[in-house]
């Protein structure tokens, strides 16, 4: 903030100039006045409305008593020469029906007024607007933004300093070139229903009737992967949303929302000839609200200002969000290069939460872009000084193609996310800095690109596509799908170049989808495509952490207790994945209950010949975390879990019958108990692997190029579990000694299982080699390999005995 004399000397500066050059021109008006004035005085009406006379203040003007009707009067300031409230007025009779308000009708004498003239512009300081930081000038700065609506006129003033006090509503119908101006706005005056500044349009929204074949006909289209609906071709370039009150979804989970639902509603644009924008999610039986809101045929842009907040909202405890800010309500906006912050020396102090300093509704195409604000507090160490809510530095309900651009807003645990949105669709942030993203009900379609994400995270749900890239994100989740909405994504995940940093010594998530166990309204699962590339997770501030990092972290139960199945990815990919600042790695997922899952079209299933796939996950080049010693077998301890026990039946062919593909991934452990699945592994380290709980696995194992070198705790029993119906393949394998609580126990190789020296070779096995460890170790136990025992490990065939014949003597 300017301080006070500085802000003092740069307004004389300013009303110097302005003076000298009005001046200027002042004297050529008079001059001409003056001279009309001498010719016509006397004269008919008509002459006299040629005259023309300059002023320097409007109380001047108000004062001669001289002026007639059809005089021309230029001022040259509002209360002082040169103090930029320089206007035009037109001397006109008074009318008794439109009452006279001193600002753009002033008093002459009875019965005449002097009436402001439009020009190309308008200004503040035309109204009388007072910068003395007692006054409220928001009643002026409402008159003037009146005056340009009616008008159709720009507001240009680009310096100055105001405060807004009481007004609320002021309205924004045209651009505003606000410049270096700044607004002092006292919070304690915020109203629960009506912003400061409402950006709106002049078209009116309209309900749409369709006869009853009309409307049958439109509700047969309207569905995902529609593109054109002829019915909406007469609403070309509005806004259509369609409600059915009588069919809730998202229901939220949680004793505090008992019973908060949302209708079934969805949103879309209509272009020519009944072409949509606005993929649409959901499948409609009627509906209780159609509603078309028409686009502008043109940009509105704000561009400029810098907003001083008081920070003292009113009330004592939460029982509301209050207004604040702007309200755009307006497509096509776009609103620029501001500055939001709070007053110096003052704290958010305030009880009540706020809606957002910027909150959009039923808006299309509308941009926020070059913004500084803040997100406000709410995590306040004393309980009783909690805000009772969440509360937003931007909030916003039925958006669709809007674009947040170059925004920062940070802050600690104290604060509450700046962003809170419902029904978002097609939304885009770029090259932001944000304490939080949040999406509560209904994103469809989020890009974000070249940001950075603060302590509270990415936090959504919805569908679409998801597309994160080149984005940091400080926090111990890279995006949680909330739990409270069903931790839903049902479309396409990409994540591509990027980094989550953890901000304390607490597991790690990248990917978290864990819903409550409870009836939301609407099929739930953590995408229907994954594909991560080149992501880092950087531990620079905790080197010493030993917390587990998971790849995914998703429900333990793959179908709720209304018997409503989840859906799961039929492709999960996840490539270079590594681990900065300390040398324990992540693990991947553990999803114990595949019987259940739905994947929709892709079928799936096995007879007892063949594993019909319908997921492809596949793991390349990733960072493992070298697991603790355990005992064999134990599905805790393995960084990819699919399944339970083998007692557990599959629903049907749309559950989860994964083939699963790993490379280059060191220290693996894999459970695969009680599952159906194919899993190929290459060039890998095997720790673990449990493919056989309670019978063989439903499917088949090949190991290529791979190195089993187990890491266990004391015990008797087998290390590999590798039995499986469809066959288990080595190929060009290397087997290890165990290590046993970190020490090398070569004397345990035989609970390897698979492999035992000079007694037993399993599975279909093709050049398998012993490691240094174990050759070593027989060398110095004087044990000499057998030929046969040899021969079995350079080929053997899974109908070939798997005794080793020793030969008679």
Not at 209 to 226: I, N, Q, R, T
Request: net charge neutral; aromatic share 10%; hydrophobic share 35%.
């Amino acid at each position: 903030m300017r301080s006070t004399n500085s802000s003092i000397n740069e307004k004389q500066s300013i009303q110097r100039r302005r003076v000298i050059g009005l001046l200027g021109l002042g004297g050529l008006a008079f001059a001409h006045g003056a001279s009309v004035e001498a010719q016509d005085r006397g004269a008919s009406a008509a002459s006299v409305q040629r005259e023309a006379r300059v002023y320097p203040t409007v109380a001047a003007m108000a004062g001669d008593s001289t002026l007639a009707v059809g005089v021309v009067v230029r001022t040259l300031g509002y209360a002082s020469a040169g103090d930029g409230g320089e206007a035009s007025y037109v001397v006109v009779k008074a009318d008794a029906k439109d009452p006279v308000d001193e600002t753009t009708k002033i008093s002459i004498r009875k019965g005449l007024v002097a009436e402001l003239l439009p020009g190309s512009s308008v200004n503040y300081r035309m109204f009388g607007v007072k910068s003395d930081g007692k006054s409220d000038d928001g009643v002026q700065i409402k008159q003037a933004h009146e005056f340009a609506r009616e008008h159709g006129l720009p507001i240009i003033q680009r310096e100055g300093e105001f405060w807004i006090v009481r007004t609320n509503q002021i309205p924004i119908t045209t651009n505003v070139e606000w410049g270096n101006t700044i607004f002092h706005i006292n919070e304690k005056y915020n109203d629960k229903r009506k912003p400061r500044f409402r950006v709106s349009s002049l078209l009116p929204a309209k309900s749409i009737k369709l006869d009853e074949a009309a409307k049958k006909s439109f509700l047969e289209k309207l569905g995902p992967g529609v593109q054109v609906i002829s019915e909406m071709a007469p609403y070309k370039n509005c806004l259509i949303s369609i409600a059915d009150s009588g069919d809730q979804i998202g229901f939220r989970a949680g004793d505090r929302y008992k019973g908060q639902s949302w209708d079934r509603e969805e949103l879309f644009y209509v272009e020519e000839d009944g072409r949509i924008v606005g993929d649409i999610a959901w499948e409609f039986t009627n509906y209780t609200t159609l509603t078309a809101t028409p686009c502008n045929d043109s940009f509105l842009i704000v561009d400029g200002g810098g907003f001083y907040l008081s920070g003292d909202n009113p009330g004592t405890k939460y029982t509301s969000y209050y207004s604040n800010g702007f309200r755009i309500e307006r497509s096509r906006t776009k609103i620029q290069n501001q500055w939001v912050g709070l007053e110096p020396g003052h704290r958010d102090t305030s009880m009540e939460p706020r809606s957002g300093f910027y909150t959009l509704s039923r808006v299309f195409n509308s941009t926020l872009e070059n913004i500084r604000l803040i997100p406000w507090e709410q995590n306040r160490k004393d309980p009783a000084k909690k805000v009772g809510a969440g509360t937003y530095g931007i909030s916003g309900n039925r958006l669709l193609n809007c674009t947040f651009r170059n925004i920062t807003a940070e802050g600690s645990y104290l604060h509450w996310g700046v962003f809170g949105t419902n029904i978002n669709k097609n939304f885009r942030i770029e090259n932001c800095r944000l304490n939080r993203i949040d999406v509560h009900f209904h994103c469809w379609n989020l890009t974000i690109k070249d940001s950075e994400v603060g302590l509270r995270g990415i936090s959504v749900t919805g569908g679409g596509d998801l597309t994160i890239e080149n984005t940091v994100q400080h926090g111990n989740t890279f995006v949680n799908f909330r739990s409270d909405f069903g931790a839903k994504w049902d479309g396409n995940i990409r994540i591509r170049n990027c980094k989550l940093a953890p901000a304390s010594d607490r597991s790690v998530t990248i990917l978290s989808s864990r819903p409550a166990q409870f009836g939301f309204g609407y099929p739930i699962g953590c995408g229907r495509t994954i594909d991560i590339q080149n992501f880092q997770i950087d531990f620079q501030r905790f080197p010493a952490s030993t917390a587990p990092v998971w790849l995914m972290s998703v429900a333990k139960f793959s179908k709720t207790k209304d018997d409503s199945r989840h859906f799961f990815a039929h492709h999960l990919s996840a490539r270079n994945i590594t681990v900065s600042g300390r040398q324990q790695g992540i693990r991947l997922v553990d999803i114990p209950a595949p019987y259940h899952y739905d994947l929709g079209a892709k079928e799936g299933g096995y007879d007892g010949q063949q594993l019909t796939t319908n997921c492809q996950m596949i793991f390349e080049d990733i960072q493992l975390e070298a697991l603790p010693p355990s005992k064999p077998n134990d599905p805790a301890f393995a960084h990819l879990r699919i399944g339970d026990k083998g007692s557990i039946a599959y629903q049907d062919s749309k559950a989860l019958y994964p083939h699963i593909r790993v490379t280059n991934c060191p220290n693996l452990s894999v459970y695969l108990g009680g599952s159906a699945a194919n899993l190929s592994v290459t060039d890998s380290a095997i720790d673990r692997c449990t493919a056989d709980v309670d019978g063989p696995l439903r499917g088949s194992l090949s190991f290529l190029n791979c190195r089993f070198a187990p890491n266990l705790t004391e015990g008797t029993e087998r290390i590999y579990a590798l039995e499986s119906e469809l066959g288990t393949h080595l190929t060009n394998c290397t087997v290890h000694a165990p290590r046993t609580a970190g020490t090398l126990t070569p004397e345990q190789a035989d609970r390897l299982d698979f492999v035992q020296v000079n007694k037993r070779v399993r599975y279909y096995q093709l050049n398998t080699a012993l490691g240094n460890d174990l050759l070593k170790f027989y060398e110095s136990q004087q044990i000499k390999l057998l030929p046969q025992f040899v021969a079995m490990l350079k080929s053997h065939h899974a109908l070939e005995s798997e005794e080793v014949q020793k030969e008679n003597k």
